[in-house]
């Protein structure tokens, strides 16, 4: 199985970039403040708990940067040897996040989108698990500098190409994943309002979509030796 092209390639990131924004979105209005994939944000979370001795937020914290760490640590493993670019193994890993999704929603649905303290707790860890999985496949996708759950990096990246060089066109597939990750908080948003109970669901939707046609390119190229 051959990578798709690179331009195919950046058009899926930035809708895994819409999927992190809804799902962000999500744990932040309905998840006690928590992110799945900001870990900037929870890591402040977490001092502020400490500090105030707010059990409660420290739980949260543990379950969203533990949980994160969990999902980096375990994609990893699978990718460690492989050269970058879409491929059986990341298509599999992939797989792993949309099914980690689909049971985050599973779950959201069963407690009616009104999750208590301990399952918005389970919640919260299977969301920054996928994220961190997440995470993993879009640095694996082979292009240099691409994320697809934290952008602070390309907003300053494209900020100081702009400034730097006016002149010069800007990074279309980072603004693309900025943009996608903003229109999946509008998306989230929008969801948890019109059908709050299975809203979830959409973010599942939107990887699992990623999969399918990343799946569908790779198939339209020879095989190279030695894919994997």
Same mark, same amino acid.
């Given at each position: $199985?051959?990578?798709?092209? @690179? &331009?195919?390639? *950046?058009?899926? /990131? !930035?809708? #895994? %970039?819409? +999927? =992190?924004?809804?799902?962000?979105?999500?744990?932040?209005?309905?998840?006690?403040?928590?992110?799945?994939?900001?870990?900037?944000?929870?890591?402040?979370?977490?001092?502020?708990?400490?500090?105030?001795?707010?059990?409660?937020?420290?739980?949260?914290?543990?379950?969203?940067?533990?949980?994160?760490?969990?999902?980096?640590?375990?994609?990893?493993?699978?990718?460690?040897?492989?050269?970058?670019?879409?491929?059986?193994?990341?298509?599999?890993?992939?797989?792993?996040?949309?099914?980690?999704?689909?049971?985050?929603?599973?779950?959201? $649905?069963?407690?009616?989108? @009104? &999750?208590?303290? *301990?399952?918005? /707790? !389970?919640? #919260? %860890?299977? +969301? =920054?698990?996928?994220?961190?999985?997440?995470?993993?496949?879009?640095?694996?996708?082979?292009?240099?500098?691409?994320?697809?759950?934290?952008?602070?990096?390309?907003?300053?990246?494209?900020?100081?190409?702009?400034?730097?060089?006016?002149?010069?066109?800007?990074?279309?597939?980072?603004?693309?994943?900025?943009?996608?990750?903003?229109?999946?908080?509008?998306?989230?948003?929008?969801?948890?309002?019109?059908?709050?109970?299975?809203?979830?669901?959409?973010?599942?939707?939107?990887?699992?979509?990623?999969?399918?046609?990343?799946?569908?390119?790779?198939?339209?190229?020879? &095989?190279?030796?030695?894919?994997?």
């Amino acid at each position: $199985m051959r990578a798709p092209s @690179r &331009p195919a390639t *950046a058009g899926l /990131l !930035v809708v #895994l %970039a819409a +999927a =992190s924004g809804y799902l962000d979105v999500i744990c932040l209005t309905r998840l006690d403040g928590f992110f799945a994939s900001v870990i900037t944000g929870n890591l402040v979370h977490f001092g502020h708990a400490i500090a105030t001795a707010d059990g409660r937020s420290l739980g949260g914290a543990v379950a969203a940067v533990g949980g994160y760490a969990v999902g980096v640590a375990g994609a990893t493993l699978p990718l460690r040897r492989i050269r970058p670019g879409w491929n059986r193994r990341t298509a599999v890993v992939t797989a792993t996040e949309a099914v980690l999704l689909l049971g985050f929603a599973a779950g959201w $649905m069963a407690c009616a989108g @009104r &999750p208590g303290y *301990a399952t918005g /707790l !389970v919640l #919260l %860890a299977v +969301a =920054s698990v996928s994220s961190g999985i997440q995470s993993v496949i879009t640095i694996g996708a082979g292009i240099r500098g691409a994320s697809t759950t934290y952008l602070t990096g390309s907003l300053t990246d494209l900020v100081r190409r702009r400034v730097l060089d006016p002149h010069r066109f800007a990074d279309v597939g980072g603004t693309g994943r900025l943009v996608g990750l903003i229109a999946g908080a509008v998306l989230g948003t929008l969801g948890l309002r019109a059908a709050p109970t299975w809203a979830p669901a959409l973010a599942a939707v939107l990887v699992i979509a990623v999969i399918a046609v990343a799946v569908r390119l790779a198939r339209r190229t020879t &095989p190279a030796p030695g894919d994997d």
